[in-house]
């Protein structure tokens, strides 16, 4: 089955870019969507099709997938956005979620 | 306002059969695919199952095949999944998901707030 892998962890410094990578076989030949999840809330859409941002979503949030690596990028990081965050694509008919990233803003 | 609110979940034996239920509204529900995606306690998401806007198309992950069926009535604007032979590795809060996008780009644009199951004796 389709795997795909997400540092469980990634840190940064209110101001600095954070970047959040999710790994998989050809991933760069799927579209690859981004989720944030805070804690005791449902996920929201970040980013679609590699580098879409829905309607309401910050401009310092982008996205990229090229080769194997699909990136998340959050530029001027800010103090609400310490989440965690999921990577997704599709393999066939099957949704398939990275592991997460617990991103702290420090 | 587009809005998914779940409903049904709560605590079952080991064996035992639930049914959520999800009421869609504030958009046009019979032209989306729709999901259930869970999240068990401290680990992250899984998708479970997958339905065709017109019911004709559903799709499982493979830990669910054969105990799960997902369904939807678009005169109603509601999707159920149905749960058999529940396991403890079902534990989770369960998700509707709303799915956006054509194949191979579908993306998860609208959630709803969750509903807890726990399966344990």
């Known amino acids: 089955s389709y795997e795909l892998t997400q540092p469980p962890s990634v840190s940064v410094s209110p101001g600095q870019t954070a970047s959040i990578t999710c790994s998989g076989d050809?991933?760069?030949?799927?579209?690859v969507s981004w989720y944030q999840q805070k804690p005791g809330q449902s996920p929201v859409s970040l980013i679609y099709?590699?580098?879409k941002r829905p309607s309401g979503i910050p401009e310092r949030f982008s996205g990229s997938n090229s080769g194997n690596t699909a990136t998340l990028t959050i530029s001027g990081t800010q103090a609400m956005d310490e989440a965690d965050y999921y990577c997704?694509?599709?393999?066939?008919?099957?949704?398939?979620f990275g592991g997460g990233t617990k991103l702290t803003v420090l | 306002e587009v809005q998914l609110v779940e409903s049904g979940g709560g605590l079952v034996q080991p064996g035992g059969s639930l049914r959520l239920s999800c009421a869609a509204s504030?958009?046009?529900?019979?032209?989306?695919?729709m999901s259930w995606v869970r999240q068990a306690p401290g680990k992250g998401l899984e998708g479970v199952a997958n339905?065709?806007?017109?019911?004709?198309?559903?799709y499982y992950v493979e830990s669910v095949k054969g105990r799960f069926t997902i369904s939807r009535d678009n005169a109603k604007n509601s999707l159920d999944l149905q749960m058999n032979s529940l396991r403890a590795e079902d534990t989770a809060v369960y998700y509707c998901?709303?799915?956006?996008?054509?194949?191979?780009?579908?993306?998860?644009?609208?959630w709803g707030q969750g509903t807890m199951v726990t399966v344990s004796s």
């Open positions: 998901a709303r799915l956006f996008g054509g194949s191979g780009t579908k993306n998860f644009d609208i």
């Open positions: 504030g958009f046009t529900f019979s032209i989306y695919w």
């Open positions: 339905i065709k806007y017109d019911g004709s198309e559903s």
């Open positions: 050809k991933l760069g030949d799927k579209y």
């Open positions: 099709q590699d580098r």
């Open positions: 997704q694509a599709w393999d066939s008919n099957t949704v398939v």
